[in-house]
T-cell receptor
Framework: DAGVIQSPRHEVTEMGQEVTLRCKPISGHDYLFWYRQTMMRGLELLIYFNNNVPIDDSGMPEDRFSAKMPNASFSTLKIQPSEPRDSAVYFC???????????FGEGSRLTVL | AQSVTQLDSQVPVFEEAPVELRCNYSSSVSVYLFWYVQYPNQGLQLLLKYLSGSTLVESINGFEAEFNKSQTSFHLRKPSVHISDTAEYFCAVSEYDNAGNMLTFGGGTRLMVKP
């Protein structure tokens, strides 16, 4: 398996633009997580899905952020409109039957100017 | 609610020296414990974990961690570090009765190995 695949790896955009980050989890995994990592706040859980259903989105910073999982092999995290404070590395992770291990993608580094 | 504290944000150490990265957790129930490593420009990957059984767990690259229930600690150690061990290390915990087995991560410790 190729692991968790995220795109784009890097995104530079201007304030006010819409940003869409994409994630393909490992086949067979039924949990998917979106994290944000910054120097100031460290690693924050934004939202997670179980069997494509959002379970807990309490970490989503505000209404400008939304996430969807239309099927078991694809998820998106959208920011609209983007702001400079959204600049961070966004990670997607997945897991299946509980062994304690989360599998992380390589991240999408977002810079909002 | 569970929480994790990594007491050191940065640990500089010379190559071939021993190192200990400290992790303490807080939980009202039994827990699973993990160490993840993040190399530059990469995602996190599991280094080692404690689920049950022996309280001393080891990784394939020479790290070990010991679960100490009375001290609520899970410190990570390596007797002799290499330059390639330079990375950020995250301690994480999940509770037995957490339906989603959600991981709570510590703030991370940046290990900097100097030649």
């Amino acid at each position: 398996d190729a692991g968790v695949i995220q795109s784009p790896r890097h995104e530079v955009t201007e304030m006010g633009q819409e940003v869409t980050l994409r994630c393909k989890p490992i086949s067979g995994h039924d949990y998917l997580f979106w994290y944000r990592q910054t120097m100031m706040r460290g690693l924050e859980l934004l939202i997670y899905f179980n069997n494509n259903v959002p379970i807990d989105d309490s970490g989503m910073p505000e209404d400008r952020f939304s996430a969807k999982m239309p099927n078991a092999s694809f998820s998106t995290l959208k920011i609209q409109p983007s702001e400079p404070r959204d600049s961070a590395v966004y990670f997607c992770a997945s897991r299946g039957v509980y062994t304690g291990e989360l599998f992380f993608g390589e991240g999408s580094r977002l810079t909002v100017l | 609610a569970q929480s994790v504290t990594q007491l050191d944000s940065q640990v500089p150490v010379f190559e071939e020296a021993p190192v200990e990265l400290r992790c303490n957790y807080s939980s009202s129930v039994s827990v699973y414990l993990f160490w993840y490593v993040q190399y530059p420009n990469q995602g996190l990957q599991l280094l080692l974990k404690y689920l049950s059984g022996s309280t001393l767990v080891e990784s394939i690259n020479g790290f070990e961690a010991e679960f100490n229930k009375s001290q609520t600690s899970f410190h990570l150690r390596k007797p002799s570090v290499h330059i390639s061990d330079t990375a950020e290390y995250f301690c994480a915990v999940s509770e037995y009765d957490n339906a989603g087995n959600m991981l709570t991560f510590g703030g991370g410790t940046r290990l900097m190995v100097k030649p």
